[in-house]
């Protein structure tokens, strides 16, 4: 497989990935981040897998149930055919509250004839440090592992457990099932109970799916996308991942490689201010609360990540044993970024409680600590926007006066001075005005190269960053402003490569970046339609959308020639800069529709 060709399942709990062949290559359990069940994607030999396997004459399709995180592969070789339902078991509970268990369902589903398969079971705890021993009990297969330390999973199924687990034919001629699950069953399961699972799993998507505005264009690609953010979203702390995976390669065989496993605030408010926008309010005040939850000290500075459990420590540790994905070494886990400095997290996180409050002022149950967090806010800004960073690409290297940093330290304060009036408390305004003005006028004259006739990615550097296009969806510029026009003629010019955009071309800790960072184009996009650059900025949209998997998903990067997914798999950033530009195209559409019918 030479591309990203997975799709993805989930619960809000944790998550797996299975190959378009319907392969089982990715999850760990219980949660997210625990260590990994099937790590095939970072060792094809080691990692460990649940596959299937059929004769040559059989042909293989993979949808999800449209609305839903419910995978469909489809095995036909004509007369005999079946289906597998993959998903992980997520519905409301009667007495409230959701039923996420962490296991993986394998729902099969006899269409015709007597197909026959193979499954290869192949589990691998612990990261697949050591062996996993594998035995056959009366009611259940139990795995377990005594390396690193004593670890068990369990698998349940309406097949043979003895063919299954010796990778021996199976006869299908009516529905069956395979459960891998993380607990032992109170009760046994039966084909009728897991249909009944599947069932309600797929009416809580419908329902979830539901509350997203349909659009006129791009509709599939807005539902798909919004429903593989709440796939990254950790329902028990409100925690949203940058992606479900770790140590996917920026570039194969370099060593760009980093855990995803947790939560950015970066990410998550971004992901949070998209979501929000498309209606759906409880993840946004879940992730709030993290938030809230995050903050107990009126002074103590927010990391620039936590842990999806709201873990400060997130030490570094490189798996030596594992290969990497397609040889790509090292494989990390836990991600020594949590010690940065970066200092635009503040305005991003403003950006969030601002929105939420203008939306939901009336419905608001946690006002007077948000306006804590907005004073705690606002006094860090102001005494600390002065200084260096790592900016927003997490440079390992020297801090430098980053432009992006600057812009959303601007934007804390900004949205302060909007949150003070929507909450009434005019005291503050005065001083918190000034302290705006002096920021902006500081950027103005630091961050604009007149050689370069544009905002460079560094007080006084030559160099362009496609971060600096965020100037303007922020409100810092107006997108017709001469400024910002020629910042985004100069990014397409240096940057651009056939439509897709490097973050920065000059050297950063690793040597020259060699592939796109998808969010990157995707914000080019939108600068390139706010300018006016509408059919050019579409054209670019249109080809980017060919560019995703078969399943319409994105990982971190493409590469540039060949046009491969690259990087951590799916990547919350890359679909929610997707959603922003197809509501905007959708939206441009809808009102062309208008004004064409008032011309009739």
């Given at each position: 497989m030479d591309n990203l060709d997975y799709g993805i399942i989930g619960n809000c709990r944790s998550a797996a990935l299975i190959s378009k062949t319907g392969n089982l290559d990715w999850c760990c359990l219980p949660?997210?981040?625990?260590?990994?069940?099937?790590?095939?994607?970072?060792?094809?030999?080691?990692?460990?897998?649940?596959?299937?396997?059929?004769?040559?004459?059989?042909?293989?399709?993979?949808?999800?149930?449209?609305?839903?995180?419910?995978?469909?592969?489809?095995?036909?070789?004509?007369?005999?055919?079946?289906?597998?339902?993959?998903?992980?078991?997520?519905?409301?509970?009667?007495?409230?509250?959701?039923?996420?268990?962490?296991?993986?369902?394998?729902?099969?589903?006899?269409?015709?004839?007597?197909?026959?398969?193979r499954l290869k079971y192949d589990p691998k705890l612990e990261y697949a440090f050591g062996k996993t021993e594998t035995y056959v009990k009366k009611n259940f297969v139990v795995s377990l592992t005594r390396s690193k330390k004593y670890d068990t999973i369990f698998l349940?199924?309406?097949?043979?457990?003895?063919?299954?687990?010796?990778?021996?034919?199976?006869?299908?001629?009516?529905?069956?099932?395979?459960?891998v699950g993380y607990n032992e069953k109170m009760f046994k399961p039966t084909v009728r109970k897991i249909y009944t699972e599947l069932e309600r799993t797929k009416v809580y998507w419908l329902n979830w799916s539901s509350k997203t505005p349909t659009y006129k264009k791009y509709n599939s690609q807005i539902s798909r996308s919004a429903i593989t953010l709440k796939l990254l979203s950790y329902d028990k702390t409100g925690a949203v991942l940058a992606a479900a995976t770790t140590s996917l390669p920026e570039t194969i065989g370099e060593v760009r490689n980093w855990d995803y496993r947790f939560c950015w605030i970066r990410d998550a408010s971004m992901v949070i201010k998209v979501i929000g926008d498309l209606g759906h309010k409880n993840v946004a005040r879940r992730y709030l609360q993290f938030i809230v939850d995050l903050m107990p000290d009126k002074d103590e500075k927010l990391q620039i990540m936590y842990g999806i459990n709201r873990e400060k420590k997130l030490t570094e540790q490189t798996l030596e044993h594992l290969a990497g994905y397609k040889g790509s070494k090292p494989v990390r886990i836990g991600n020594a970024a949590y010690k940065q400095k970066q200092n635009d997290i503040y305005g991003i996180l403003m950006d969030v409680i601002y929105e939420q409050l203008a939306k939901y002022s009336n419905d608001i149950e946690n006002g007077e600590e948000l306006w804590g967090i907005t004073k705690g806010i606002v006094w860090i800004v102001s005494n600390h926007w002065k200084e260096a960073d790592k900016g927003i690409w997490e440079f390992r290297t020297e801090d430098r006066h980053f432009t992006f940093s600057k812009v959303l330290c601007w934007v804390?304060?900004?949205?302060?001075?909007?949150?003070?009036?929507?909450?009434?408390?005019?005291?503050?305004?005065?001083?918190?005005?000034?302290?705006?003005?002096?920021?902006?006028?500081?950027?103005?004259?630091?961050?604009?190269?007149?050689?370069?006739?544009?905002?460079?990615?560094?007080?006084?550097?030559?160099?362009?960053?496609?971060?600096?296009?965020?100037?303007?969806?922020?409100?810092?510029?107006?997108?017709?402003?001469?400024?910002?026009?020629?910042?985004?003629?100069?990014?397409?010019?240096?940057?651009?490569?056939?439509?897709?955009?490097y973050r920065y071309k000059n050297e950063d800790d690793f040597g020259l970046p060699?592939?796109?960072?998808?969010?990157?184009?995707?914000w080019f996009i939108n600068s390139l339609y706010k300018i006016g650059e509408v059919e050019k900025s579409k054209t670019y949209f249109d080809r980017l959308l060919g560019y995703s998997n078969h399943l319409g998903l994105f990982s971190e990067d493409i590469d540039f020639k060949t046009k491969r997914l690259l990087g951590n798999f799916p990547q919350a950033y890359s679909h929610l800069a997707l959603i922003e530009c197809a509501i905007n195209f959708s939206r441009?559409?809808?009102?062309?529709?208008?004004?064409?019918?008032?011309?009739e």
């Open positions: 949660e997210f981040d625990s260590s990994s069940v099937f790590a095939k994607l970072l060792d094809e030999e080691k990692g460990g897998s649940f596959e299937i396997q059929v004769a040559s004459g059989y042909i293989i399709k993979q949808r999800y149930k449209k609305h839903t995180a419910v995978l469909i592969t489809h095995f036909s070789n004509g007369e005999d055919a079946f289906e597998i339902r993959d998903f992980m078991p997520r519905y409301r509970k009667e007495g409230g509250g959701y039923n996420s268990p962490p296991e993986v369902v394998r729902y099969f589903k006899h269409i015709s004839g007597k197909p026959k398969f349940y199924t309406s097949f043979n457990k003895n063919a299954l687990v010796e990778g021996r034919d199976i006869e299908m001629t009516q529905d069956g099932y395979v459960l804390a304060i900004d949205r302060a001075i909007k949150v003070a009036r929507i909450l009434r408390k005019a005291g503050k305004l005065e001083k918190w005005t000034a302290l705006e003005q002096e920021i902006k006028k500081d950027i103005h004259a630091n961050a604009w190269n007149e050689k370069v006739n544009a905002f460079t990615q560094s007080y006084g550097s030559k160099d362009l960053d496609a971060s600096v296009l965020l100037m303007e969806s922020y409100g810092f510029i107006h997108a017709k402003e001469p400024k910002f026009v020629s910042t985004v003629q100069a990014i397409e010019k240096e940057l651009s490569n056939d439509g897709l955009l060699s592939s796109s960072f998808t969010i990157c184009t995707f441009k559409d809808s009102e062309e529709q208008v004004l064409d019918a008032m011309r």
